[in-house]
């Protein structure tokens, strides 16, 4: 979750997108761009915008939630051999 949420119009950020970047990187900030008082981008943490992306990818979000279903059935399995799997997926 960000630290803190700051709202800035897109000329200034431009003039301070080096201490932008580095607050979002090192704090953990989010920054919302406007343009005439609205928003129009943001910049995240990679780390953030890496979990957006995983979780708006539509195969992963089925993966999730036939994970969930199995476990609130009290189906389960190791997590080595979960991990082993997603590994080999990976290589083909």
Known sequence: MAKRVLRMPMTKA???LGSLVRSVHVEGDVVVLEKDGIPVAGLVG????????????PALRRRIRASMKAHRSGRGRPAREFLDELKAEGAE
Do not use: G, P, S, V
């Open 14 to 16: 431009r003039t301070n």
């Open 46 to 57: 990679i780390d953030a915008l890496d979990d957006y992306l995983e979780t708006t990818d």
